[in-house]
């Protein structure tokens, strides 16, 4: 585990580089606010598409070699940014990273093959506190590269320096990471029929509880993607903030989010259990959404950032952790990548969504409409505080 969320974290400061100055590179090459939404939304648009192909290839041959091409490919997404000199190469390459990021879903199989039904939130509490961390530092180390004038910030340095250190993820990947998938589960996968894979997967996946695990999982990340997209855009315009500012503050949230869910997640877990912990990280998303747009000052903007870290960061784990724990140890990566493809489609739709009505309504609204949604989310939430925790398999690392 603290190997892969040393990957996990350094391939992150990466990815947390690059997305809140997006925005920024958009309208500097002359994108209005919908295309912003876009643009924000073609990396995970790739990904939805992808994501379940890579959960069943390391289904059959490991978690690593598909971290190890996930890694790769951001690598190379990174290189490209960092020449686009037009908005049509904005667009490719985060498509390409998209469509080759395979990784994520890889490293929360990971997680769940070397976890028991007991620590199971813990296990994904940590990597969900790696993704923290990685936008502590990233936002502001790529905020300090850009600089604080979004007329003439540098755009080109963050994104060599994201490739830099997606670069410096592969090779720990390669050098330090063991396969976490067993050679009789690798096994037992490749001699089944295509048609038996995708059949056991589908009755997984099929269960009503699953289903509202996926549904709420998308609502979460579809109000909070609309939030990642159109805040930039909004403290500039009600606080003059340029990149520098912008890191500063998701760093903030960053920090929130990585000592909620390395320090936190797991114990309020065990204590109050996964579904309790979604009804709440809701209401508090819920309310902190509602508070921003009535944010006059910093210390306001503040204390909203505070509900929405503390929303999110519960929401997150808690759910990957209950997915998982209602699928078999054969289907693991094929349920985590139709668990981030579901997301995904979240950060597809919400940015797009969350553009729109920036534009066309008004900057307050991507977080208005975001509350009301999370308060639909905090009530439909109310059905998983009766799932309970599976049995123990077999199979299941710690279980005996």
């Known amino acids: 585990m603290p190997t892969l969320f040393l990957i996990v974290f350094v391939d992150l400061v990466g990815f947390g580089l690059i997305i809140p100055l997006l925005p920024f590179y958009g309208e500097h090459l002359h994108a209005t606010p919908a295309e912003v939404g876009l643009l924000m939304a073609a990396y995970s648009c790739a990904q939805f598409v992808t994501a379940p192909l890579w959960g069943r290839v390391s289904d059959r041959v490991g978690r690593r070699p598909v971290l190890i091409v996930g890694i790769t490919g951001a690598t190379v997404s990174y290189l490209w940014l960092a020449s686009a000199d037009g908005l049509w190469m904005l667009f490719a390459a985060r498509a390409f990273g998209g469509a080759m990021a395979g990784n994520i879903s890889a490293a929360f199989a990971y997680v769940a ?56 993820a592969l090779v720990l990947t390669i050098a330090i990471l063991p396969e976490s998938l067993s050679k009789e589960v690798r096994a037992r996968q490749a001699a089944l029929p295509r048609h038996t894979r995708r059949q056991a997967l589908r009755q997984a996946l099929m269960q009503p509880s699953v289903i509202l695990l996926l549904v709420v999982s998308f609502l979460a990340v579809f109000v909070f993607a609309g939030m990642e997209t ?40 065990k204590r109050f259990g996964e579904g309790r912990l979604i009804v709440f990280g809701a209401a508090a998303l819920a309310l902190g959404m509602l508070m921003i747009p009535f ?51 979240g950060r597809v739709l919400g940015p797009g969504w969350a553009g729109a009505m920036f534009h066309y309504i008004g900057m ?19 059905r998983t505080i009766r799932l309970g925790r599976r049995h123990p398999r077999a199979d299941d690392p710690g279980s005996a």
Not at 128 to 137: N, P, Q, R, S, V
Not at 311 to 333: E, H, K, N, R
Not at 364 to 382: I, N, Q, R, T, Y
């Open 295 to 345: 944010s006059s000052s910093l210390a306001w903007l503040l204390a909203a950032m505070v509900f929405v870290a503390l929303g999110f960061s519960l929401v997150s784990p808690s759910l990957t952790s209950l997915i998982s724990l209602q699928v078999g140890a054969d289907v693991q990566g094929g349920a985590m990548g139709i668990a981030r493809s579901t997301t995904t489609l």
């Open 230 to 269: 159109t805040f930039a855009m909004w403290s500039r315009r009600r606080f003059g903030w340029g990149p520098e500012q912008n890191g500063y503050l998701f760093a903030f949230v960053g920090m929130m989010s990585a000592g909620i869910q390395g320090g936190l997640v797991g114990r309020l877990a």
């Open 113 to 168: 093959d070397i976890t028991g039904p007991h620590n199971r939130a813990k296990g994904m509490g940590l990597i969900g506190a790696a993704f923290g961390l990685g936008f502590i530092f990233g936002p502001v180390i790529g905020g300090v590269l850009a600089g604080s004038d979004p007329l003439n910030a540098d755009y080109r340095t963050p994104a060599l320096t994201a490739a830099a250190l997606s670069a410096v």
């Open 364 to 382: 307050d609204w991507p977080f208005l409409g975001g509350a009301v949604v999370m308060a639909a989310v905090m009530l439909l939430s109310l």
